[in-house]
């Protein structure tokens, strides 16, 4: 490993670049009948190859497992195990964001050589660090963030541990963590039209969805097939995904209703669903990154809707279960939402509750709670929430 300390600058969590936007047409109609969707596959992974979280499923689908927290913003001295699928809830201020700023300035550092330890009497009392433990195959290494605040984190450290593997493969974690992304929607940029040419990747507000989809119906146009026949099985009252490209090579998203044939352009579609098009070209990405995170998972969609974005979301952590043939994604998703809450009854192991006790906040999983079998037997998740029983509300004055 590199030796010599590097710094670099804060980053911010949620990178936006400037994304125009296309006249001839791009046009994919409703599939064949019989696509059954990711709704129903993803839904038998509940009572099957979950249930327990057995220890393969954890360590094949598992980039980090455990980030521990001192100083840093309201995380003063917290630490929290990571799942393949981790649901954060908790009131503002908790921790959650700077979970997820934590996990982009470790890949943000990942991109310099690593600094050489500190001597035991060296570290920066009045900074924050950040450690974080790694699943096999690389869990024979810890990284720990060092900063001068506890906002600006200037140097990473990467050691090997007395156990576990991949001690000499920090090149492997390295490339694995430089693929994480973090998304934070934004209704009126998903609605812009794009520039045809920037449809690598989708960005962090999903400013440039329409040119993404353009570049992926050229270069996959069977998982592209496969995403129209979702989208549509989801948004029964639209036949047709249109992509009009126009002459300044910009894109623009367009779909088409059944009753009365009428285009609707991207900017008169509702947030809600300008934001289930997002998350489920995100789900259905060829070849997605290690870890996403995504922020107010169910901003903008009606609670009815909103297993259907749980399903979206267990594509990329469960694919084989979906049929998907790629690797599975570690996904932390963060909301304030007790109806999406609600479907993660059967599940606790995926729920991350946030609690905030004056300037200090903690994480604790839910499974964690020896209680929680007695208290689901008298209400709903969701409600238990809301009412404060499970922790991670605002705090009453």
Known sequence: MGRGQRRAPNINAHDRGPFCAPFFELKSRRPAQGFHGIGAQARRIGGRMRAGGGTDMHHHRLVIASVAFRNFKALRSTRLALSP?????GPNGSGKTS???????????????????????????????????????YDGLEATLSCVSDAACDLLQVVPLSTGEGVDDWSGLRARLLST???????????????????????????????????????????FARFTAELMRILPEYDELELAVRPDQTVELQL???????????????????YTLAMLALA????????????????????RMLREVRDMLYRLSYPAEAGARRAPVQVIATTHSPYLLDLFRDHPEEVVITEKHGAAAIFTRLDERADLAGMLSSGSLGDLWFSGVLGGVPEEK
Do not use: W
């Open 85 to 89: 699928f981790n649901l954060v809830i």
């Open 99 to 137: 979970l997820i700023q934590a996990i982009l300035r470790l890949r943000s550092l990942a991109r310099l050589p690593p600094g050489e330890a500190m001597a035991e009497g060296d570290h920066r009392p009045e900074g924050a660090e950040i450690t974080f433990r790694f699943s096999a195959p």
């Open 181 to 223: 992304r973090s998304y934070l929607f934004d209704h009126d940029a998903i609605a812009s039209p794009a520039l045809l040419k920037d449809g690598a990747e989708l960005a962090a507000n999903g400013g440039n969805l329409a040119a993404v989809l353009a570049a992926r119906r050229k270069t996959h146009p069977d998982e």
């Open 256 to 274: 088409r209703l059944i009753e009365g044939r009428e285009l609707i352009v991207a900017e008169n579609l509702s947030q809600g669903t300008l």
């Open 284 to 303: 259905f990405d060829p070849s997605p990154p290690a870890i996403i995170c995504i922020e107010e998972v169910d901003r903008g969609v009606h609670p």
